[in-house]
């Protein structure tokens, strides 16, 4: 059983990766390169587990989150386990990559706004309405 889990977890994680493979280029050819320049994508299994280097970590996020923008090293995580499907994931790349772009000076007065009014995440959240473009 553990055998077949990981098996599937593998296929998973090569199929979100062909999705990123496929659409990525297309994201950035449409909406530019970032202020760092192009931010590579790294697949993770989980945020606790990257953040803390623990194989295996686990915390109260983990199911749920499903990628996240590194602005201090211009990195885009994906928590490939948490996608759902192709939708999942290429408005989790267009919400990330639109951060890529945007002012990192600005976000530390925008977060204290709270996300639903946040500018940088409004942003994103309206560019994740465009993932039908990428669609395969």
């Known amino acids: 059983l553990k055998c077949l889990r990981t098996f599937i977890r593998k296929m998973q994680k090569a199929k979100v990766q062909k999705i990123i493979d496929t659409a990525y280029p297309k994201i950035i050819e449409d909406l530019g390169t ?3 320049g192009i931010a590579p994508i790294e697949l993770h299994k989980d945020i606790y587990a990257r953040i803390s280097g623990i194989k295996g970590a ?8 499903k990628a996240q923008y590194d602005w201090d090293n ?5 928590y490939y386990p948490n996608m759902k ?17 945007q002012d990192h000076k600005k976000e530390k007065k925008y977060r204290e706004l709270g996300y639903k009014n946040n500018p940088h995440e409004i942003e994103a959240l309206k560019a994740e309405d465009q993932w039908k473009s990428y669609k395969s």
């Open 34 to 36: 970032g202020r760092s």
């Open 58 to 65: 686990r915390g109260e996020a983990s199911k749920s989150t």
């Open 74 to 78: 211009n990195e885009i995580y994906i």
């Open 85 to 101: 499907n192709e939708e999942d994931v290429l408005r989790s790349i267009l919400h990330e990559y639109t951060h890529t772009k």
